[in-house]
């Protein structure tokens, strides 16, 4: 698997019932396209003396957009004196400075760096009182009209499918009004509020019939966790219960989605049903698979009539015979299989041994950056304790403290641990006071949404820290080969994180200098729904390419797992570590040791289990698939792909 860039793919939304959409290598290719897109229309519309009306969205998925809408104001001029925006939604109730406002969000990303009239923004008001809201709504509908309606709307989308805050249910004819959050999206938002009891019941929202009559509708989807409701609306029927599927009907509605949200699609799944296909080695692995667990046998006992009666007649002319295809997949997928990640020392080698990862040299250094303090021992656990064991020098990096995902009664409980050890043993001193009165005006009283101050952010990066060590000894690791990096992206003391800077590469560059590894390990799941491990990969690649030139790095692998929220599919996996069920049990104590996140975690996703619930099943579970596959049968895999460079 390549995380280069590619060519952009794209299907006209030209048939009946079905939406246009563009497939982009990455979020940040995606969404300098929208951008250019926006510019375009506001220069044209700035020509002509006319205002450029944008409909606009918070969140995580529209941000490189105004990114790089800020770089155009910058660096060459683009001008938004003549553009009137309209948002599409706000929490009710919600004050305007909040940490989950969207007007602060709008203003943070994006507003407070451009040359806009004030006068021009508009963002539903999160502070009206019930009886205010119906008479707001009207008149905000009104003010859109008034605008000329909206040239361009940009829009997210969550795993229901909703729009805006437009649930399930909602009506094509609806307009801006007020709305009660259902469940799955609370429960989504509860990582931003700190918990879902924090999270609003209510929020005011542009109905869908005021979307559906922009002009333009871009929707963005990024990462894997929205591959099956992008697949859903794009090659479902309409159904108001996925009220994104009401786009079918705008005939100026696209998609903007990068490969992963782009993994479900059929073309993507099964491209050679969609028409013609170059049979190249990656392609007939992902169709033989495929046709594997679609008649539930295993590769080699796959017929002839198998590849004619599920379409892989193409295929099957090619090569001549299923024999052969089976053949080639079957090594190919058996090659993957190692128990010796960074290959074999001279005396482990014996005759007949396939060629192991590496073997040139033993043992190896190995860099392991772990976005937060666990990534390290929830994804690849099983495989430190290999590598440690069998002898590399095995270093971890985490890239952020994780200072966020601590609840406050574990900070308290660890504070006044602080205190009374203090008091105990007598010891005293001012600073020991000022901490015990900083904890109690910051976390005793302190508001469920409220940004922690420094000093309970240190105490629950160190606890995040002490975590970590623990887990780390349980795989062998010693402690002098931890390196708590604490970019400075992550350290704003809120879910959203600032953006990347040079110092955040730097520092992964120095370290990376410093080690020298053979092998580097990095988390490449873009799951993440709050993107933070979608940034820390970014800063890898970035330093990646800074080293490029240098000795080491030209013969350095750079492995990617994936973390806590899914595994690589099996047609992706390049190297598989079989774990026996005393290596599970093991991971699953490193797993333990990190208490803040057990039981119940502070962002939880989607999936409700614990991580070592969650990754021992994901682990399970590609073992059993490679054993359906027909390769020999293990209690659990680890999967890796490798990094493709440019």
């Avoid at 008034?146 to 940009?154: F, K």
């Avoid at 604490?486 to 879910?495: I, Q």
Wanted: charged share 25%.
């Amino acid at each position: 698997m390549s995380f280069q860039d590619s060519n952009v793919t794209e299907r006209d939304g030209d048939q009946p019932g079905s939406i246009a959409f563009r497939i982009f290598a990455d979020s940040k290719s995606a969404s300098s396209a929208v951008a250019t897109e926006i510019a375009s229309l506001i220069r044209t519309r700035a020509s002509q003396g006319k205002t450029c009306v944008l409909g606009l969205v918070a969140g995580s998925s529209p941000i490189d957009v105004y990114v790089e809408l800020v770089r155009m104001h910058r660096e060459e001029g683009l001008s938004f004196a003549n553009v009137t925006t309209f948002n599409l939604d706000e929490y009710l109730p919600m004050e305007p400075d909040g940490p989950q406002s969207y007007v602060r969000f709008m203003n943070e990303n994006l507003f407070s760096h451009i040359d806009m009239r004030p006068e021009n923004i508009h963002i539903p008001d999160g502070t009206l009182a019930t009886e205010q809201v119906a008479d707001f709504c009207r008149r905000y509908e009104g003010m859109i009209a008034e605008a000329g309606g909206i040239d361009i709307q940009v829009l997210g989308i969550n795993r229901t499918g909703h729009i805006g805050f437009n649930e399930p249910g909602s009506d094509l004819r609806s307009r801006t009004r007020m709305i009660t959050l259902d469940n799955v999206t609370r429960t989504d938002a509860a990582s931003d509020f700190f918990g879902i009891e924090n999270v609003p019941r209510r929020a005011i929202t542009m109905g869908v019939g005021t979307i559906m009559e922009a002009r333009r509708i871009l929707l963005l989807a990024f990462g894997d966790n929205k591959a099956s409701i992008v697949a859903r609306t794009i090659e479902g029927g309409v159904d108001p219960s996925v009220p994104a599927t009401f786009l079918q009907l705008h005939d100026q509605a696209e998609f903007i989605i990068d490969s992963g949200a782009a993994s479900a699609l059929s073309h993507v799944i099964a491209p050679w049903s969609c028409g013609d296909v170059v049979w190249d080695r990656a392609m007939v692995r992902r169709a033989v698979i495929g046709l594997s667990q679609e008649v539930g046998k295993p590769i080699l006992m796959l017929t002839d009539a198998h590849y004619n009666q599920h379409g892989l007649q193409g295929l099957l002319a090619e090569y001549g015979s299923a024999y052969e295809i089976n053949l080639q997949v079957f090594r190919q997928l058996q090659a993957t299989i190692t128990g010796w990640p960074a290959g074999k020392p001279e005396h482990a080698k014996q005759a007949g041994d396939r060629p192991s990862v590496g073997d040139d040299v033993f043992p190896k250094r190995i860099l392991a950056f772990s976005p937060h303090p666990d990534d390290d021992v929830v994804s690849m656990g099983g495989t430190l304790i290999r590598l440690a064991g069998q002898g590399h020098d095995v270093h971890v990096a985490y890239q952020t403290s994780g200072n966020i995902a601590v609840f406050d009664d574990d900070a308290l409980r660890f504070a006044d641990f602080i205190t009374q050890y203090c008091e105990e043993f007598s010891i005293s001193s001012p600073r020991i006071d000022e901490l015990d009165s900083a904890i109690t005006q910051s976390l005793r009283n302190k508001d469920p949404n409220q940004v922690d101050s420094d000093e309970v952010r240190r105490i629950k990066g160190l606890i995040r820290r002490g975590e970590a060590i623990a887990g780390a000894r349980v795989c062998g690791i010693p402690e002098e080969k931890l390196h708590f990096m604490n970019l400075p992206f992550y350290e704003t003391g809120r879910v959203q994180k600032g953006h990347v800077t040079e110092k955040d590469v730097q520092l992964t560059v120095d370290l990376m200098r410093e080690i020298q590894p053979h092998q580097i390990y990095a988390a490449g799941d873009l799951s993440d729904p709050h993107g933070t491990h979608r940034t820390c990969l970014d800063i890898i690649f970035k330093a990646c390419r800074e080293c490029q030139n240098d000795d080491w790095m030209k013969s350095c692998d750079v492995w990617l797992y994936r973390g806590a929220w899914q595994e690589w599919g099996p047609h992706e996996i390049e190297m598989a570590v079989p774990l026996s069920p005393q290596e599970v049990d093991k991971k699953r104590v490193a797993i333990f040791k990190h208490e803040s996140q057990k039981d119940r975690a502070m962002f939880p996703g989607s999936d409700m289990r614990e991580f070592w619930q969650r990754a021992e099943a994901r682990n399970a579970d590609t073992a059993r698939v490679y054993d359906a596959l027909g390769m020999a049968q293990y209690q659990a895999m680890e999967g890796f792909v490798r990094w493709k460079r440019d």
